[in-house]
T-cell receptor, first 115, second 112 residues
Framework: GAGVSQSPSNKVTEKGKDVELRCDPISGHTALYWYRQSLGQGLEFLIY????????KSGLPSDRFSAERTGGSVSTLTIQRTQQEDSAVYLCASSRTGRLGTEAFFGQGTRLTVV | AQSVSQHNHHVILSEAASLELGCNYSYGGTVNLFWYVQYPGQHLQLLLKYFSGDPLVKGIKGFEAEFIKSKFSFNLRKPSVQWSDTAEYFCAVMDSNYQLIWGAGTKLIIKP
């Protein structure tokens, strides 16, 4: 597709379950970002992939969160043993490069609700 | 840690009023500055950006923003808003570590 695609668009899960969120970036984009937006909060950086470099995981809030990017394209964000405070919209973005001066394109997000 | 501050969380204006949304950031190095907009039910999209050069940048839909380095500010302006400008507006800063740092957003409601 032409844009960043995220799936599912909505996910309701029970506390304690694991969830996987998927992001398909724009073809050819080497940089991929995961963010989350909680109620009343600004966008919170989670993780950043740039090409084949080691990802910047400095934003992951706990060891229950992990992410992979296979083949430099699709990325999966996994949240293990979900908690209610994990409820948020998880946004993925990609950009042509990760360098200053390049625009990030966002997906529509996955709204995660932990009940 | 770097931070981005948007002063108003909610703004309500009447059509044709002038708009200014504040954005201040804390990073002292080279930055790229962005304003993103999220219309109801849609995903984030870029409104305008500043990388270098003229500190007054013009974006889509009549928006502009001015980078004032001495004040660490990048305020968004529009001389006359329309009902269709109802949306949430996010200021973002990219620092030299290529990390985008976001403000909390400002919800703008335009009364017809």
């Amino acid at each position: 597709g032409a844009g960043v695609s995220q799936s599912p668009s909505n996910k309701v899960t029970e506390k304690g379950k694991d969830v996987e969120l998927r992001c398909d970036p724009i073809s050819g984009h080497t940089a991929l970002y995961w963010y989350r937006q909680s109620l009343g909060q600004g966008l919170e950086f989670l993780i950043y992939f740039q090409g084949n470099s080691a990802p910047d995981k400095s934003g992951l809030p706990s060891d229950r969160f992990s992410a992979e990017r296979t083949g430099g394209s699709v990325s999966t964000l996994t949240i293990q043993r979900t908690q209610q405070e994990d409820s948020a919209v998880y946004l993925c973005a990609s950009s042509r490069t990760g360098r200053l001066g390049t625009e990030a394109f966002f997906g529509q997000g996955t709204r995660l609700t932990v009940v | 840690a770097q931070s981005v501050s948007q002063h108003n969380h909610h703004v309500i204006l009447s059509e044709a009023a002038s708009l200014e949304l504040g954005c201040n950031y804390s990073y002292g190095g080279t930055v790229n500055l962005f304003w993103y907009v999220q219309y109801p039910g849609q995903h984030l999209q870029l409104l305008l950006k500043y990388f270098s050069g003229d500190p007054l940048v013009k974006g889509i839909k009549g928006f502009e923003a001015e980078f004032i380095k001495s004040k660490f500010s990048f305020n968004l302006r529009k001389p006359s808003v329309q009902w269709s400008d109802t949306a949430e507006y996010f200021c973002a800063v990219m620092d030299s570590n290529y990390q985008l740092i976001w403000g909390a957003g400002t919800k703008l409601i335009i009364k017809p």
